[in-house]
């Protein structure tokens, strides 16, 4: 913020001192206030920021399908304009990403071939997406791996990739997060999902007991409720749901699941 700041302060031009101004009431929470900067600087000059701006905000700001297609044609103007190729790989990134979502996938990776080819190194996310909504995930797993060889913080590469392949892979994938990001804390409710299946409940409730010991929300302590309520234990079940409703005490599933342990309690 205070760099953003510093930015307006100094802009050279008024268009650009609004797309800071807009960044700024964007950050803070005044979306509509940010997309009116952005188009008061594309009237007085249709710059690659600008139309960034507006792309990005009104992407953020409308859940409206109908939206996706005036985002994709402001990332079309950004990229007609001139910029440097950090900023243009990570407007060809989104574009590729509104066009999966809008399911044109072919144009999608285009985009993300594209980026991949000014060094968009995060395009190789996007690229696996599309080979995974293709079905062909062995191409999609052969794409993460190269993002991960090329990541410095490899920890969420790791995660993703896990996605696109078997259980034995996928488990040493998400070790290999554990250890490079022990608070990452997806790995944890995998590997108690998996140890649940496998009928070995007390490893399951330990393994999202090392996760709650660094992040107790609503989730973990909601599975490990569930987990608890399966074993018999009524009184680790209902202790874990009093956490969660303290936080949220509104939380439906956890009002349900503390409802139906609280009759069983002796």
């Not at 290999?176 to 007390?202: C, F, G, H």
Request: glycine share 4%; hydrophobic share 40%.
């Amino acid at each position: 913020m205070r760099s953003l700041e510093l930015a307006r302060r100094h802009a050279s031009s008024e268009h650009e001192r609004l797309v800071y101004e807009g960044w700024i009431l964007y950050d803070t929470g005044h979306c509509e206030e940010g997309l009116r900067k952005a188009e008061e600087s594309i009237k007085i000059s249709r710059s690659f920021e600008a139309f960034f701006l507006k792309a990005y905000a009104l992407a953020d700001s409308s859940l409206d399908s109908s939206c996706s297609s005036t985002v994709i044609s402001l990332l079309e103007n950004a990229l007609k304009c001139p910029s440097d190729n950090l900023r243009k790989g990570q407007a060809l990134n989104n574009l590729g990403s509104v066009l999966v979502d809008c399911g044109k996938l072919d144009s999608a990776a285009d985009c993300y071939i594209n980026a991949l080819k000014i060094r968009h190194t995060r395009a190789h996310q996007g690229l696996a997406r599309v080979h995974f909504l293709k079905n062909d995930k062995a191409t999609a797993y052969v794409e993460m791996t190269k993002l991960i060889e090329k990541a410095k913080n490899n920890a969420s590469a790791y995660e993703k990739r896990s996605e696109y392949c078997d259980r034995d892979l996928t488990k040493a994938d998400l070790e290999m997060v554990t250890r490079i990001d022990p608070l990452r804390v997806y790995p944890y409710r995998y590997r108690a999902a998996v140890l649940m299946d496998s009928r070995k409940e007390k490893e399951a409730i330990a393994e999202l007991s090392r996760a709650i010991a660094f992040k107790a929300d609503l989730h973990l302590l909601h599975l490990r409720a569930a987990f608890h309520e399966h074993v018999g234990d009524v009184l680790a079940a209902l202790r874990d749901c009093r956490a969660a409703l303290s936080v949220d005490p509104n939380h439906q599933e956890m009002l349900e699941l503390h409802s139906r342990v609280n009759s069983h309690e002796p």
